[in-house]
């Protein structure tokens, strides 16, 4: 595909630009027309905090799934184990098998893999990030060597690295040593993909070692897509779908799965927008849930990214607009109104973590450049971009939007 490219530094509309050497296009076909909610500005909101937290990035500890073993798990040292978020003990019953509380997590269950994985992508975005910004090739080379490092060990050290499957992910005790919608698990990759990909594409790491991290995350891609587990996810009629589809599109962007990808944009234009959203933007199966401000954020923001990272020349999935109405900028502007105005929410609150959102989501930042409407990103450019509650993190997959750009030579 053919990419225009965009002025960041200078804002020359159809200009080749750099920032600290390195060009930037908004990563689809679209030509900025309003510098004001541009790529510049994205990555002007997030650089004092790559910049800032780059030594800390640069430090961290190599930490895999390996590092931490539950007893509770049916698969081996190097398998992915989680417990369903929302199902508790029976009171008085300790052998009793767990029984649901929808949007109630339960504290006690294991979640030490997702922390870490959560914990990889975020150190993963802040090397590369720094990579991108800083304007020292010694420096640089530092943050791609040890960025490297953690691939290697995430993906290719048989010591250390996770199987490429997600067999054991959100087991309940006392019914399931696994289920399919444990797949939603390593949305936490995605970033992780895409920070691989930049490396990849610039030589930044050795090719033995880029063609080894693209073997493991196009085999994880296969199982994905195979399995009976992911096969039942991709086929999920909610959040769980969407986040099968992002995955799928991060990790084709890194192999050059075209058929992968194709598969998602149809996915978006056969399923998600005529089938999932209402004709206000909504999606009811979000609405219907116990936290259905937070899941309607989540689903958005799912959408968005698959819309950044696999829209093309001939299919922009920022303005693709179905036969019943439904497209990118109606499920915006619906959640817009809210974030604008929380107060002015017509559903039930969320049963827990109402007060945390909305965060400084990633579908206003890039639909205010995408579909030239600078409202949406002024609005969400001043809310918080971090977050300590792990609920919070669990279900915010875009963390680092400046990754999501399309950095070119």
């Not at 194709?262 to 959203?277: A, F």
């Not at 093309?312 to 019943?324: H, K, V």
């Amino acid at each position: 595909m053919s990419f225009f490219l965009v002025s960041v530094a200078l804002f020359l509309v159809l200009g080749t630009s750099t920032i600290f050497g390195h060009a930037v296009s908004p990563n689809n076909l679209m030509v900025e027309k309003n510098a004001q909610c541009g790529v510049a500005k994205i990555i002007e909101l997030d650089r004092d905090h790559i910049l800032s937290n780059l030594e800390k990035s640069y430090t961290a500890e190599i930490r895999t799934v390996t590092s931490d073993i539950s007893d509770r798990s049916a698969g081996g040292i190097n398998d992915f184990y989680s417990e369903g978020d929302y199902w508790w003990p029976v009171d008085g019953d300790y052998n009793a098998p767990y029984v649901r509380r929808d949007g109630e997590s339960n504290p006690k269950n294991f979640i030490a893999h997702r922390l870490s994985m959560m914990r990889l992508a975020d150190i993963m975005a802040g090397l590369v990030a720094g990579y991108l910004l800083t304007d020292d090739v010694v420096q640089s080379k530092k943050y791609a060597n040890r960025a490297e490092a953690h691939l290697l060990a995430w993906f290719v050290n048989s010591e250390t690295s996770m199987n490429p499957n997600l067999r054991y992910a959100q087991a309940i005790k006392g019914r399931y040593t696994g289920r399919s919608i444990g797949l939603i698990d390593t949305l936490h990759l995605i970033e992780v993909a895409l920070a691989a990909n930049i490396l990849i594409e610039r030589g930044a790491i050795s090719k033995v070692n880029g063609t080894l991290v693209k073997a493991w995350f196009s085999e994880y891609s296969r199982w994905m897509n195979s399995h009976p587990f992911g096969v039942k996810e991709r086929e999920h009629p909610n959040n769980h779908g969407v986040a099968w589809s992002l995955q799928i599109a991060s990790f084709a962007t890194l192999t050059g799965d075209t058929v992968l990808l194709d598969l998602v944009r149809r996915q978006i234009r056969v399923r998600y927008l005529p089938k999932m959203m209402d004709f206000n933007g909504s999606f009811p199966a979000e609405i219907n849930r116990t936290k259905p401000f937070g899941y309607s954020l989540f689903i958005l923001d799912l959408m968005a990214g698959i819309a950044q990272i696999a829209s093309t020349d001939d299919q922009n999935l920022w303005l693709y607009e179905t036969e019943n109405g439904r497209s990118m900028r109606v499920g915006l502007d619906f959640m817009f109104q809210f974030l604008k105005d929380k107060t002015s929410w017509p559903y039930r609150k969320d049963v827990q973590y109402w007060d945390e959102w909305p965060m400084r989501h990633a579908s206003m930042l890039f639909g205010g450049y995408q579909l030239d409407y600078c409202e949406f990103f002024e609005v969400v450019k001043s809310l918080q971009r971090d977050s300590e509650v792990y609920e919070v993190r669990r279900n915010f997959p875009i963390r680092n939007p400046v990754l999501w750009l399309r950095w070119v030579e």
